[in-house]
């Protein structure tokens, strides 16, 4: 029996048993059933960027939606993601994360099914509302999960390239649109809400899969529920034995904390800004950034691509542009478990920072080939540094908090650059298409820059050199009865909670 319990506390060798396994078909199981969500997203935002022309069609074929509509479409969705981030991470934290990341895939599935029906713009802003929410909820519920079930030695990697797959759903958003936006195979009217569809589809076939995902051992042991986590991890160690064939060493590392059923938001509150302020700041910094940078710059491209630079069809264009932004979350990911956290996050946002800087002058003299070619430059380097973001966030607070933490700062950089982004975006847009004028939205560029570059400065000097090491050792849990190790990044590490 690797756990022992006595009045309401609990040694357990859980996280050690979880961290010291090899990679084997059992976590490629986890990747499937949680991280494809995020190639949902990508094929959601996606379809509304390189869906603008058609939405702004007349009612009947289209919505008759403006340019200033469709980054108001952008900012509602992303404003239902900061609302459903924030509302279902305090619900994760608190009922688990199996629970929530099955509801959280229902809103979405739900929100994209209306959204599909859609007679007018009114409509169609509330139907992103709801999908928004849930994915934002699945944010918090998924980020959560994987780092508790990933082992640390392979953590970074596998997270950046989960949260990299965004923009498999965002090539294959582009790449359906081609079909379904062209009138000779799909009629214009019907074309839009299929993309819909099918997406719906896809969340469907991500539900079936998700089921046989178990609860994190992590958030049983520590809710009083230790006999099922123990369960959990014998489970995993049994596949993970008969599918690589070799026997698992032993541990010898615990953890003796007092179990709780709840810990309230007052306590949360004050672990991320009297304990934790530092690494407070680290992620508000990084999550402006990459929110402001993507959104403004993602939400429009389409648009930018058809009213100043003559593209018919940007369907293949942002395919292009997806495809580097996958693959540098993917080739960059293993170097932030051996090069370290610090110097990749940093070095991630300050370049493509000052690459994004670099374009807004060069604007005037790009056209669409050499634009995408620019934006998919940046984009391998930015996209690595968006996804260390939510890596951050999911592993440099204490295990009762995750859920919560992940939420409150994706919520507040998204809403500061997601919702402001678009609604910008947007705005200089329509202001540079009266001009006929595409340096009329290079303000946008500098600002996304300069936002970058101020959080790959803040990382260099409150990055938590949080690679390979257990997710306690990094942030001891509010639960713990061992004495409190020395914090990282300048931080207290939190003292046990009674």
């Known amino acids: 029996m690797s756990s022992q319990v006595e009045t309401g506390r609990i040694t357990t060798d ?8 090899p990679w084997a078909g059992w976590h490629w199981l986890i990747v499937a059933g949680l991280g494809t969500v995020w190639i949902l997203d990508g094929l959601e935002v996606t379809i509304v960027g390189s869906m603008s022309e058609a939405l702004q069609k007349p009612l009947g074929t289209g919505l008759g939606m403006t340019s200033s509509d469709i980054g108001m479409a952008g900012a509602i969705y992303v404003l239902g993601a900061c609302i459903g981030a924030l509302f279902f991470g305090q619900l994760t934290d608190r009922f688990g994360r199996k629970k929530l990341f099955i509801v959280t895939l ?20 509330a139907c992103r509302f709801v999908t928004g929410a849930g994915v934002g909820g699945e944010y918090a519920a998924i980020n959560s999960a994987i780092d508790e079930l990933i082992p640390a030695k392979y953590r970074g990697r596998v997270d950046l390239a989960i949260n990299g797959s965004f923009w498999l759903g965002a090539a294959a958003g582009s790449l359906l649109t081609v079909a379904l936006l062209n009138p ?30 178990p609860e994190s051992p992590r958030w049983l042991f520590i809710h009083g529920r230790e006999h099922e986590g123990e369960k959990v991890v014998k489970q995993i160690e049994e596949h993970v034995e008969g599918t690589t064939g070799a026997a698992l060493d032993p541990v010898d590392e615990t953890i003796t904390i007092r179990q709780r059923k709840t810990i309230g938001l007052g306590t949360i509150a004050k672990t991320v800004f009297t304990l934790y302020p530092r690494r407070t700041v680290l992620c508000l910094a990084l999550f402006i950034g ?26 293949w264009f942002i395919a292009a542009f997806a495809v580097s932004n996958f693959l540098g979350a993917f080739l960059l ?21 000052a690459l994004l800087g670099v374009t807004g002058f060069m604007l005037g003299g790009l056209n669409a080939v050499t634009l995408t070619l620019m934006g998919a430059i940046i984009f391998f380097f930015a996209s690595a540094g968006a996804s260390s973001a939510y890596l951050t966030a999911s592993e440099v607070f204490p295990m009762e908090t995750r859920a919560l933490c992940i939420a409150f700062f994706y919520a ?24 006929k004028d595409i340096t009329g939205i290079a303000p946008g560029y500098f600002v996304g820059a300069a936002l970058m ?19 306690e050792s990094i942030a001891q849990p509010l639960t713990a ?18």
Do not use: C
């Open 333 to 353: 990911g293993p170097l932030f478990d051996t090069v370290g956290r610090v110097r990749m996050i940093s070095g991630t946002y300050i370049l493509s920072g």
């Open 184 to 213: 000779s195979l799909v009629p214009a009217w019907l074309g839009w809400r299929l993309a819909f569809g099918l997406g719906a589809i896809l969340g469907l076939g991500i539900l079936l899969v998700r089921r046989n995902v």
């Open 412 to 435: 507040i950089g998204t809403a500061a650059g997601g919702i402001s982004g678009p609604l910008y975006f947007g705005h200089l847009i329509d202001t540079a298409s009266k001009a």
């Open 106 to 125: 229902g809103i979405y599935l739900i929100g994209t099914v209306l959204t599909a029906f859609s007679m007018n713009p009114m409509f169609y802003f």
């Open 14 to 21: 859980i996280p050690a048993r979880l961290d010291r396994l």
């Open 453 to 471: 570059i101020v959080g790959g400065v803040i990382a260099a000097f409150l990055g938590v050199k949080a690679e390979q090491k257990s997710l």
């Open 481 to 498: 009865e061992d004495a409190p190790a020395s914090g990282t990044g300048g931080d207290r590490t939190a003292p046990a909670t009674a």
């Open 290 to 315: 990459q929110a402001f940078l993507y959104n403004a710059f993602f939400f429009t491209y389409g648009d930018s691509l058809t009213k100043f630079l003559g593209v018919k069809q940007v369907g």
